[in-house]
């Protein structure tokens, strides 16, 4: 088998399609320069041994021909939430959150399986079910009535919403649904009360165009957000439900990107044809992706929650390449073991003082009065260290389940190849002679009270099987880094069924062409636009992001102004405004607006908007003759600041200290600026100092 190392990257893109460049960048992952595609099983190889050799690469050496071999396929599922004042299925408020901590009531629950129709039960019942997880709801009564709560049936959903969501299939050119059939599609972190969320159909088959091909949708549904967690330790999950109930749509993908860039590219164009409307929200948390990526040989992985696309080339290369790992283990797993039914491992408790170990969480467990258990698993050697994703090995595999499902906090085991050993020798002689271990065995010790005992070793006799057959189907939650973490087991294919509390919805023909007739303009139509007014292309991100081209169309149309001009004021001055000042309210950008509108209307020079516009961002309610009193502005009639030049002029010889020959005119300048500004355009002061002191060159001044 070819060699590769596995390159991971500060990497850029284009997006959308070839007049959008979009440059972002992630964090940068350090991992090891190994043989990832042939690893060696040899703990001394562990890649923590050699951490501090790691160096920082980057993807982009990762060519669309690496991921062709690997057979690399994704798609996505695209949450947003949708700008209307109620929730999906009751009347109370839309995006109305309290701080987490603040509430009226807490309601507590437990997750419980039971049988479906067919004699069996949900695998994420199952494993939800083991954690014996305490769920509270966090309830403040301004945004939460008892249909949350699971007491009341589900009003008619929201009219509102419905037309939101059509209006978008229409611009991603689906088939709208003549009826509208709501379904029940199983939650069971608790993360609903109801144990399931309330969705709908609206539209099925249409397309996105991307730079280099085009991306199949399968399908927008419009469903209820779930709720916001606040916690989850142990066995206590705690969630607050202000965001359960608000609308949205998901928009799904068929898995047609086929590199890490387009899965990027697709979810760009998702949003900002999302935003175009002016019918979401936006904010932290308004909009969120899950990401499926798959492999040859391997299986669909969800990663959860990316709640940045610019995670997302990280996330799904890292992905692609933990799956390969984990072939990789298979197929050495294959080799060592013949019959992977008849592979058993051993466990039993391991006694000793606690000062005999110096590792602080295990003097703390004994401290606890928790168990202390040893593991052996035969034929393992090399396997726990094998490198899976960056930071991780197969070890953290295991680690990730007990912390979901047995509950127990990391760190919470030591494994026999890890680099930084915590037992002395005499201690790993004890430990291997108690389970009978042989040379080519691997170990695992971890602590847990009695109670959790039973589910953390069935935890880890789990994962070892699931290794024998490679990459298990899981959900997997996205950290900023780039790697992810087990989440829960990925739901079975039957988790939907009819909702018999709703009745069918007609959408008719009529209501379809009458929202089609009042339709945004189509995104790319958007980017041809940006085209033809030539906006320099580091603009289009912010542009498009906030939905500012129809401001844009009227800064233009309404008052002359210039297009770059006004897209760099937006994209340039106020996102740099906005980055370095806090405002008390969310910006109304149409203040941009009635900024402009209040310069030209007093005759006062747009030079201006510049100096004003962090009071604007800062104050928003302020009226504009009081920013101009905050920026200190005076009235100056033009001709007498250029009649201000000559005698300027006579003093400079006597400051001089450069010989650029433009010195004295830029001295002038800046002695005139700051009474210039608001009452003479800059360019025509600056002709006049040029032709005062004598000077034939045109040089911009800003």
């Known amino acids: 088998m070819k060699k590769l190392n596995i390159l991971f990257e500060k990497f850029s893109s284009a997006i959308l399609i070839d007049s959008l460049d979009?440059?972002?960048?992630?964090?940068?992952?350090?991992?090891?320069?190994?043989?990832?595609?042939?690893?060696?099983?040899?703990?001394?190889?562990?890649?923590?041994?050699?951490?501090?050799k790691i160096d920082y690469q980057t993807l982009h050496d990762s060519t669309t021909e690496v991921y062709q071999k690997l057979g690399f396929q994704s798609g996505l599922e695209v949450h947003q939430q949708l700008k209307t004042e109620k929730k999906l299925f009751c009347r109370c408020p839309a995006g109305k959150y309290h701080d987490l901590d603040s509430y009226d009531a807490e309601i507590i629950r437990h997750m419980r399986p039971t049988l479906s129709e067919m004699g069996t039960y949900d695998g994420t019942a199952l494993m939800e079910f083991k954690t014996r997880k305490n769920i509270t709801y966090r309830i403040g009564n301004e945004t939460t009535c008892t249909y949350e709560i699971d007491d009341t049936p589900p009003f008619p959903i929201n009219r509102e919403a419905l037309r939101y969501a059509i209006e978008i299939a229409l611009l991603l050119k689906l088939n709208i649904v003549g009826e509208l059939h709501i379904t029940r599609k199983q939650y069971l972190d608790g993360s609903i009360p109801t144990g399931f969320q309330r969705t709908a159909i609206v539209g099925i088959e249409g397309i996105i165009p991307?730079?280099?091909?085009?991306?199949?949708?399968?399908?927008?549904?419009?469903?209820?957000?779930?709720c916001r967690e606040v916690s989850d330790i142990g066995h206590e999950r705690i969630y607050s439900t202000d965001r359960l109930g608000i609308p949205l749509i998901e928009t799904v993908t068929y898995p047609d990107m086929k590199t890490p860039a387009e899965v990027k590219e697709a979810a760009q164009y998702i949003r900002f044809m999302n935003r175009s409307t002016g019918k979401v929200r936006t904010g932290i948390g308004a909009g969120r992706q899950d990401v499926n990526v798959s492999i040859e040989g391997g299986t669909r992985v969800e990663i959860k929650g990316v709640s940045h696309i610019?995670?997302?080339?990280?996330?799904?290369?890292?992905?692609a390449f933990r799956q390969k790992a984990l072939l990789s283990i298979k197929a050495e797993l294959a080799k060592r073991i013949k019959s992977a039914e008849n592979w058993k491992f051993t466990y039993k408790l391991f006694n000793f003082d606690a000062e005999d170990v110096q590792y602080e969480p295990i003097k703390n467990a004994i401290a606890q009065g928790h168990k202390l258990v040893a593991v052996n698993l035969p034929e393992f050697r090399g396997i726990l260290s094998h490198f899976t994703q960056p930071g991780q090995s197969?070890?953290?595999?295991?680690?990730?389940?007990?912390?979901v499902i047995a509950c127990l906090e990391k760190p919470n085991m030591v494994y026999s190849e890890d680099q930084q050993p915590v037992f002395d020798q005499n201690l790993l002689s004890r430990r291997s002679r108690l389970l009978g271990s042989e040379d080519n065995d691997a170990q695992i010790v971890f602590w847990s009270s009695e109670d959790d005992l039973k589910t953390a070793v069935e935890t880890i006799e789990e994962r070892c099987r699931l290794a024998f057959q490679g990459v298990p189907n899981e959900t997997r939650k996205a950290r900023s880094d780039g790697s992810t973490?087990?989440?829960?087991?990925?739901?079975?294919?039957d988790r939907m069924y009819p909702d018999t509390d709703s009745a069918p919805i007609p959408i008719e023909d009529a209501d379809i062409d009458q929202i089609r007739e009042h339709l945004p303009v189509d995104l790319n139509?958007?980017?041809?636009?940006?085209?033809?007014?030539?906006?320099?292309?580091?603009c289009y991100v912010y542009l498009l992001r906030n939905n500012l081209i129809p401001l844009l169309e009227d800064l233009i149309s309404d008052f002359g102004l210039e297009p770059v001009y006004c897209a760099t004021f937006l994209a340039h001055k106020l996102k740099y405004v906005q980055g370095h000042h806090e405002s008390s309210l969310t910006f109304n950008f149409m203040r941009i607006y009635e900024l402009f509108e209040f310069l030209i209307e007093k005759k006062i020079q747009l030079d201006l908007a510049t100096e004003l516009l962090p009071v604007i961002f800062q104050y928003p309610r302020m009226?504009?003759?009081?920013?101009?009193?905050?920026?200190?502005f005076t009235r100056h009639k033009p001709d007498k600041l250029k009649k201000e030049i000559p005698a300027l002029k006579k003093i400079f010889p006597s400051l001089r200290r450069s010989s650029h020959p433009q010195a004295e005119a830029k001295w002038i300048m800046g002695q005139l600026r700051s009474s210039a500004i608001g009452n003479i355009a800059l360019a025509e002061l600056w002709k006049n100092v040029l032709a005062e002191s004598g000077s034939n060159e045109e040089v911009k001044h800003d």
């Open 22 to 52: 979009c440059l972002f960048e992630v964090n940068k992952i350090s991992l090891k320069k190994a043989e990832f595609m042939e690893k060696k099983f040899n703990p001394a190889e562990n890649y923590r041994s050699t951490q501090e």
């Open 525 to 538: 139509e958007r980017i041809i636009q940006l085209q033809e007014w030539q906006i320099p292309q580091d």
């Open 310 to 319: 610019s995670w997302i080339p990280a996330l799904t290369h890292n992905e």
């Open 623 to 632: 009226d504009f003759d009081s920013v101009l009193n905050t920026v200190k």
């Open 394 to 403: 197969f070890a953290d595999e295991i680690s990730d389940r007990l912390k």
């Open 210 to 226: 991307l730079r280099n091909k085009q991306v199949r949708i399968i399908q927008l549904s419009v469903e209820e957000d779930s």
């Open 485 to 493: 973490v087990f989440e829960r087991v990925l739901p079975g294919a």
